[in-house]
């Protein structure tokens, strides 16, 4: 099996066993009428196209989730802390990041660990010339903008050696438009 159908059978099977879920009953309607209307979506709104121009790298993988668990964590406090601490409230502001990621698959895993993080969030994207603009809860300190890019970079370095890794990154052939699509 060419691996597009495989990846569009796996796609039918996780949506008829959401959709199984959902209904929290296991019977035959349901596991049916699931893969009817997982059938029906995949045929409906196919997914796009996304190009991967690397391999995963499961150590750099877990190391990656280790860290976003405990920056959560720390960052969850933090903005604990802001919200009942008996002052004013933090200076925010918007920060530029520029970023030395090569893929747009991998610019959007940054983009989404970087809004899971409470206390920050992607405004724009200026795809192209790889700058992030995020809005930062606390800006008030020096060490607070510079604990902000440390985390960015830290993230950064750790999607690039999970994903990226030069001595096998290429870019897809789906940029060129010489690979059937999935």
């Known amino acids: 099996m060419k691996r597009g159908n495989l990846l569009r059978v796996s796609v039918i099977l996780w949506m008829a066993f959401v959709w199984v879920m959902l209904w929290g009953t ?4 349901n596991v049916i009428g699931g893969l009817l209307v997982a059938g029906f979506l995949a045929v409906l709104l196919p997914l796009p196209k996304v190009p991967v ?3 995963a790298h499961l150590l750099s993988a877990l190391r990656l989730g280790v860290y976003i668990f ?7 406090i933090s903005v604990a802390w802001l919200a009942i601490r008996p002052a004013a409230p933090p ?3 918007v920060l530029r ?3 030395t990621i ?10 989404d660990i970087m809004n899971n993080i409470p206390g920050t969030m992607v405004l724009e994207i200026d795809q192209v010339r790889r700058i992030m603009y995020v809005h930062v809860l606390d800006v008030s300190t020096d060490k607070a903008v510079a604990d902000f890019y440390r985390s960015a970079r830290l993230i950064e370095r ?19 438009g010489t690979e059937e699509a999935i």
């Open 97 to 99: 990041c520029r970023l």
């Open 53 to 55: 121009e690397g391999r």
């Open 91 to 93: 200076v925010t502001g």
């Open 70 to 76: 405990f920056e959560s964590i720390k960052s969850t």
């Open 102 to 111: 090569k893929s747009d698959l991998v610019l959007t895993l940054w983009t």
């Open 158 to 176: 750790l999607l690039i050696d999970t994903f990226e890794r030069d001595s096998e990154w290429q870019p897809s052939p789906w940029r060129s």
């Open 26 to 29: 296991l019977s035959i309607a």
